[in-house]
């Protein structure tokens, strides 16, 4: 089963809008991922957060944590056409380095 | 350049034939993965493998063998056993012992019919 959901599964909006996903995930965590992956294309890695950091940033990326509450949002701001992907939150346990990722969400950013 | 490669892009075979599939680093990373990605889904770990001549099960290993002979190689095997193999396959490796990121490469779309 995947250890994380991402919410909401679709998102459509502006260019110039922000963007805002969430992900939340059942059991105790080391590190969170956020990954960003366009059409038929690998995976890359936007930012990583580990569990006792709250807020992490990166160019127009945001990302919060609250170990909590078990979930995370990432925040896209002043959208651009290039955003267009599906964006997939990724957990990683305290043993090694697997990753668990969620089902991701499809972004869609108009012109 | 360094990075992840994986061959072929696309990859067609019949039922029953089983099929390997390519995927190669030199990135100097220890630890390698394979990930099953369907459409309009997350990825699902398959193997994974953190040191040459070891690898471990991921969720969904049933009907795949993979192998880790060298460093820079980890290729997937995709049995007749596999009930269901049509798919996105994701190789991806990492500095082992750590919670760096992972280094995707840019998959092979597998179609068996």
Known sequence: ?111 | DGGITQSPKYLFRKEGQNVTLSCEQNLNHDAMYWYRQDPGQGLRLIYYSQIVNDFQKGDIAEGYSVSREKKESFPLTVTSAQKNPTAFYLCASTASGSTYEQYFGPGTRLTVT
């Open chain 1, 1 to 111: 089963s995947q250890q994380g959901e991402e919410d909401p599964q679709a998102l459509s909006i502006q260019e110039g809008e922000n963007a805002t996903m969430n992900c939340s995930y059942k059991t105790s965590i080391n590190n969170l991922q956020w990954y960003r992956q366009n059409s038929g294309r690998g995976l890359v890695h936007l930012i990583l957060i580990r569990s006792n950091e709250r807020e992490k940033h990166s160019g127009r990326l945001r990302v919060t944590l609250d170990t909590s509450k078990k979930s995370s949002s990432l925040l896209i701001t002043a959208s651009r056409a290039a955003d267009t992907a599906s964006y997939f939150c990724a957990t990683g346990r305290a043993a090694g380095n697997k990753l668990t990722f969620g089902g991701g969400t499809r972004v869609l950013v108009k012109p």
